[in-house]
């Protein structure tokens, strides 16, 4: 039996979903940020214990292991990656050679007091001095970029810095040169690159090589895959730090894309609300833009980046008011540990679940994954102060400042395409989002929502739909001929499919051909037989046989492998929540507004099956809301809001003036009342 894995690690939760071809099942654990892969395993050990095996088993037995992280987009989100210095070109301190001065990673991701100029030719000693300076300055990361004419100064340097502090001494420095990261000849945009590249190294190498290897001392023989930018995947030795920027989001908005084909929704923005971070992403006609050149934060840099949004914003995101009395939410966040204070695990600051908490969103007793039981004691004590004493009144606050905050977000990437609100469809996911999308489509003026079964691992579901995609390049020395350095860049391409245990002879392989006037062509090929000869025939194809009157000045090639799938009859019956195999139930537990307010009793519906309600603070007032359990909803049934539809793991909010029906086995389609 052989068993394909997609992790999706969070800020709050890491989930993760698994099949063995036949059977799906999914897991939610708590996201430990003191030692990450205590997650991952805590998270493969409910895995296999889904399927009734042992963990040493279970690994021994896995062929597929992709895994994908929003630790990066938190980190960039938050303003808590690394510490980074910075040795540029003197002179270029202030714009990093950019046109604005001062540029704009400049307090963003490092500090100016953390850039210093050099000049190539200093002295070995001068140079010391400097990297010195900035170690006892708290730097944990060195990024070191010259311009692009340059690039022999840069590797002088290392190896300057390399002889004085080896790897292996106790105060090695943490090195990284510009054209390393990215190889553009934007010297602006490479520096920018590299510093955000070394912002997110350390944590990220942390999770991934400390991962991998404890996977493969527990017995894993197949290489772990890491989530990238673009949807893609690729070994973790192949893998940069800021790469895995957004990779959780982005398998997240490649499922969405898929199934909007499915649903018939030429337009439609991906709602992923975790713990977090709420990540938005536009898809049209089944396709979402990738942006080769980005804004992170204000900084471009040369990332190719699947069109998402990230805001700070999510469920254990902290509220706080200002003196004149307005809310704000996030982006500091409360995590998982010690997580909001209704987790009651220690946590006091009031956050978007603690408020949700309050309004009887969320219920008292109910269990989150990690053993959490929701206490609503502490969740109101937590919000109160935010209201002069009134948590009623505070957590209303909150959940409109919240859902303001998305709503102007998501506005934003509707007009930036220019997209009607009135047109597109919103795709709730992420632990957060279903709980979240009614109010915020309402503020937004959307009115068609569809959110999902799985709606909580839904990026780690996408992630069973990645491509494995490499690129690899070259530029033409002096002397060297083009088949030579072409059928190099083939084995290279072929070495590393057999090392991600990827089938070779299936894997479209794109051959790039840039001649000396800038034109480019492409030719198709295949990695199979005797790869001069390969690059030989590819080269003929173009034109560019050797002796042709254009020479070639830069190949790339790129190969493209889609892994083999989970099949979709067996993810639609996936199983959300901790631990659970497709077609059991977590425990629910409900309750009443506290101060007094009862819950309505309810009357006979359909059979035997008696209605349960609960009063919930919505924005209109108390109002006694519907409770329905996903697994008795049959497709025929209208659900009107308000209504909480209640799956393991998820809870889908349908406002008022709202109704709701069951679209398929794994989705709900939400409709506005015109």
Request: glycine share 10%.
């Amino acid at each position: 039996m052989t068993y394909s894995v997609g992790i999706d690690m969070g800020g709050t939760f890491t989930d993760g979903v698994f099949s063995n071809g036949e059977l799906a099942a999914s897991v939610k654990v708590p996201t430990t940020h003191f030692d990450l892969t205590r997650s991952v395993m805590g998270c493969l050990a409910g895995g296999a214990a889904a399927f009734d095996e042992s963990l040493d088993d279970f690994l021994a037995d896995v062929g597929l292991f992709r895994m994908a992280t929003t630790i990066g987009t938190n980190a960039v989100v938050t303003g808590t990656g690394d510490t980074v210095g910075l040795l540029v070109e003197a002179g270029a301190e202030k714009s990093l050679y950019g046109p604005s001065d001062p540029a704009p990673a400049l307090g963003v991701f490092v500090s100016p007091d953390h850039v210093m100029g050099v000049d190539p030719a200093s002295a070995a000693e001068e140079v010391l001095r400097m990297c010195r300076g900035l170690v006892q300055r708290g730097v944990r990361q060195t990024v070191v970029s010259l311009p692009a004419e340059r690039r022999e100064d840069e590797t002088r340097l290392r190896e300057l810095v390399r002889e004085r502090y080896p790897a292996h001494y106790l105060r090695s420095m943490p090195l990284t040169m510009g054209w390393e990261t990215a190889g553009t000849t934007d010297d602006a945009v490479r520096t920018s690159t590299a510093v955000l590249n070394a912002y997110l190294s350390r944590p990220m190498a942390k999770l991934l090589y400390r991962t991998e290897g404890t996977l493969q001392q527990s017995g894993l023989t197949v290489p772990l895959l890491a989530a990238r930018s673009d949807g893609t995947c690729s070994r973790t030795a192949r893998t940069t730090a800021i790469s895995t920027y957004s990779s959780g989001p982005a398998a997240g908005l490649g499922l969405a894309a898929a199934e909007t084909l499915r649903d018939g929704d030429g337009a439609a923005v991906a709602f992923d609300m975790g713990g977090t971070t709420l990540d938005i992403g536009l898809v049209r006609d089944g396709s979402f833009d990738i942006d080769p050149t980005p804004e992170i934060r204000g900084v471009r840099v040369a990332l190719p980046v699947a069109g998402i949004v990230s805001v700070g914003l999510g469920g254990s995101s902290i509220a706080s008011v200002d003196s004149s009395g307005v809310v704000t939410v996030g982006p500091a966040s409360a995590g998982a540990v010690p997580g909001p204070a209704a987790f009651d695990r220690g946590g006091t600051e009031p956050t978007l679940t603690d408020a949700d908490v309050t309004l009887c969103f969320l219920d008292e007793g109910q269990v989150l994954p990690g053993d959490i039981v929701l206490d609503e004691e502490s969740a109101c004590d937590a919000v109160a102060p935010l209201a002069g004493g009134e948590p009623v009144d505070a957590a209303l606050m909150v959940r409109a400042a919240a859902h303001a905050k998305a709503a102007a977000a998501l506005q934003s990437v509707l007009a930036d395409a220019g997209v009607d609100a009135a047109d597109a469809t919103l795709y709730a996911f992420g632990g957060a989002g279903p709980l979240h999308a009614g109010g915020v489509a309402e503020s937004a003026g959307i009115g068609r929502v569809r959110s999902f079964a799985h709606s909580g691992v839904y990026s780690a579901r996408g992630l069973v739909d990645s491509l494995v995609r490499q690129r690899y390049e070259a530029s033409m020395e002096t002397g060297e001929r083009a088949t030579t350095v072409l059928a190099r860049l083939l084995a290279r391409a072929r070495l590393d499919l057999q090392a991600e245990r990827l089938p070779v002879a299936e894997a479209p392989v794109d051959v790039e051909l840039v001649d000396d006037s800038g034109a480019t062509q492409t030719v198709e090929t295949t990695l199979d037989g005797d790869l001069a000869e390969v690059a030989s025939q590819v080269l003929a194809a173009a034109g560019h046989a050797d002796g042709a009157a254009r020479p070639v000045a830069a190949v790339a090639v790129e190969t493209l492998s889609l892994p083999p799938e989970i099949p979709r009859e067996v993810l639609e019956r996936l199983a959300t929540g901790h631990k659970t195999m497709p077609g059991t139930r977590s425990p629910t537990h409900h309750a009443g507004l506290r101060y007094g307010r009862d819950r309505p009793a309810g009357s006979p519906r359909q059979g035997d099956r008696r209605p349960r309600e609960r009063n919930v603070c919505w924005p209109d007032g108390v109002l006694s809301t519907l409770l329905v359990d996903l697994d008795d909803l049959t497709a025929d049934e209208v659900v009107h809001g308000p209504a909480l539809i209640e799956s393991a793991g998820s809870v889908h909010a349908i406002p008022p003036r709202w109704s709701c029906r069951r679209a398929d086995a794994d989705s709900l389609l939400w409709e506005r009342s015109r």
